[in-house]
């Protein structure tokens, strides 16, 4: 229920009822034609004067109820929180249903009536006890006027700041000033369009002579700095965190934070979800990446930095072999692999020396899952060891002073390896580590082998480095070169370097008749068939590209060629 005030009363047939119309007017006759103009008193939602009827309208509640004198079955006029029940809130006609009393509860219970759709709200606990009213009966405008007017008591309302109950003696910097908190003087308060926060004039910084002659105004804090903001062609400007960092207030020459190891994914690949076993399609043995973040968007081993990719509960994908335990031994058909752990990385530290023992969990479990043995804390040894998961093993040039099998440059993929057996011992550095031995068992000749050499070259398959790489390497050795005025040789002549003989690449004879069938595509296999003289790397990333779906921008799966020859999803053609 809500206070109101009476402004006049109207005829359904718009004519005023004054205090001289004929008072012996019988009373029902009055009530049906009447209408009742009103203003509410502090409600915000509704601020405009409504036209009601005396249905919907009695006077204002007056009498006090004590707790004591409520009995069940009893109509009151009670406070009632419906989100918060223990806050202040609305008032509601109220029939009690139960009584609480006991030393420290007074507490009712009852059923409020909501609206004038009188909706019921059963078993609500009234604990705003201590103020309680009567219902007052509707009468007549003209007896009304004959009852002696009393002081009408006001009721405690809903606060507008919940912070500080609307107490004025109290300092407030939601509802108030939100930098001094005081409630002086609120026509020099100006109110921010972002947060709704009122700041008063003087207490800026600077502070306001005058209020500003805009549509719109921000406080310091939601404000948008003009220096900070980055305009084109400009370099992007670090964040406050960032700022703060090591590697932008550190002396040292380093190139923290802008490396290839801290880069992230350009691209994904989509061909195999990250939970696949085995090799991934397209990628042959021998391919090379200049950085291992290239590894991760080919799908082979995903993860940037860690040595291990798998799950706890599913096996191992993928490992990295760059000699990072002292343990390892590569023998290149077999190689003994450490497990990851007991090393303190805190800081933001890449490597670190063995601080404590590893444990069998995590990568460490899931690599000792791929081999053909059960799970024991002990270690196991697979007999048939071929029937274990595969893992694809990946070389880093980081292990070629420990590895004779390891690239010389970048990273490399060796093939399919299987766990033969692992165990727990001390390690060097006096620790428990755990250990495991991997066997190659790939048909594809390894890479550093006289037949994977051949087929690496026949294949075409060269170092891959991520796109405009190159070019900036060229652009910084001419700049360097101006800066430093090198003159040439007096001799003047200029070593050309040898230009590497191209190997045509073979398209197997399986898929030349899968591109003969291919009729809707003829067009676009003959221009990827022309890059085949480039070697298999580039004929396969000119298919990738040809063959996009044009809705989801991935290499189509199960699709469907337009009449226009355009090729898309047969998913992404449904959601058309």
Not at 25 to 33: H, R, T
Not at 119 to 146: G, P, S, Y
Not at 236 to 242: E, M, N, P, W
Request: charge should be negative; aromatic fraction near 8%; charged fraction near 30%.
């Amino acid at each position: 229920m809500s206070e109101k005030q009476i402004l006049q009363s109207v005829q359904k047939n718009n004519q005023i009822v004054t205090d001289d119309q004929d008072a012996a007017q019988e009373s029902k006759a009055v009530v049906d034609d009447l209408i009742y103009r009103v203003v509410y008193e502090d409600y915000e939602d509704c601020e405009d004067p409504v036209d009601l009827t005396l249905s919907f309208i009695r006077p204002r509640a007056r009498k006090y109820v004590k707790f004591d004198d409520v009995k069940v079955g009893d109509w009151l006029m009670v406070n009632y929180n419906i989100e918060e029940p223990k806050e202040t809130g609305f008032w509601y006609d109220c029939m009690v249903t139960g009584k609480r009393s006991t030393r420290t509860i007074k507490e009712l219970v009852g059923t409020i009536i909501m609206g004038p759709d009188q909706i019921k709200l059963e078993d609500c606990k009234i604990r705003a006890t201590d103020e309680m009213f009567a219902i007052e009966k509707n009468t007549v405008m003209v007896e009304e006027n004959t009852v002696e007017k009393e002081d009408i008591p006001l009721r405690k309302k809903l606060p507008a700041c919940s912070h500080c109950k609307d107490i004025p003696s109290k300092k407030c910097k939601i509802c108030s000033c939100h930098v001094c908190g005081g409630k002086d003087s609120p026509e020099k308060q100006i109110m921010c369009d972002e947060c709704d926060l009122p700041y008063h004039m003087w207490c800026l910084q600077p502070p306001l002579l005058e209020l500003p002659d805009a549509d719109e105004w921000y406080c310091p804090e939601c404000k948008n700095d003009e220096t900070e903001v980055v305009r084109a062609g400009e370099k992007l400007k670090a964040s406050k965190k960032k700022s703060k960092m090591a590697s932008a207030t550190s002396s040292t020459s380093r190139d923290w934070g802008k490396g290839m190891a801290c880069v992230g994914r350009t691209k994904e690949c989509t061909i195999v979800p990250p939970n696949h076993f085995g090799p991934i399609p397209g990628v042959e043995v021998g391919t090379m990446w200049k950085f291992r973040v290239q590894v991760s968007e080919s799908g082979v081993h995903r993860p940037h930095v860690a040595g291990i990719h798998g799950r706890e509960s599913d096996g191992a994908y993928s490992i990295v072999l760059s000699g990072g335990y002292e343990d390892d031994l590569d023998d290149g058909e077999e190689f003994k692999y450490t497990g990851s752990g007991g090393r303190d990385l805190s800081g933001n530290k890449r490597c670190a020396e063995q601080s404590c023992d590893q444990t069998l969990t995590r990568m460490n479990k899931a690599l000792a899952i791929n081999c053909n043995a059960p799970l024991s804390k002990d270690g196991a040894e697979s007999k048939k060891w071929k029937d274990g998961k595969p893992v694809r093993v990946v070389r880093n040039c980081k292990g070629r002073k420990h590895s004779k099998y390891s690239p010389e440059e970048g990273n490399r993929y060796d093939g399919i390896y299987k766990v033969v057996k692992y165990w727990p011992e001390k390690g060097k550095s006096g620790y428990l580590v755990w250990r495991y031995l991997l066997r190659r068992d790939d048909p594809i000749p390894a890479p550093w082998t006289k037949a994977g050499e051949k087929r690496i070259e026949e294949l075409g398959l060269t170092m891959q480095y991520p796109d405009g790489y190159l070019e900036s390497l060229e652009e910084k050795a001419s700049n360097d070169t101006e800066k430093k005025k090198s003159k040439r040789k007096s001799s003047g002549e200029t070593s050309e370097p040898k230009k590497k003989q191209k190997i045509l690449y073979q398209v197997p004879d399986e898929v030349q008749e899968l591109i003969q069938e291919d009729s809707a595509n003829e067009k676009i296999w003959q221009e990827c068939l022309e890059n085949v003289t480039e070697g298999s790397q580039k004929f396969l990333k000119s298919v990738e590209d040809a063959f996009l779906c044009i809705c989801c921008q991935e290499l189509v799966f199960k699709p469907i060629t337009t009449v226009c020859c355009h090729n898309i999803c047969k998913v992404s053609a449904l959601h058309v």
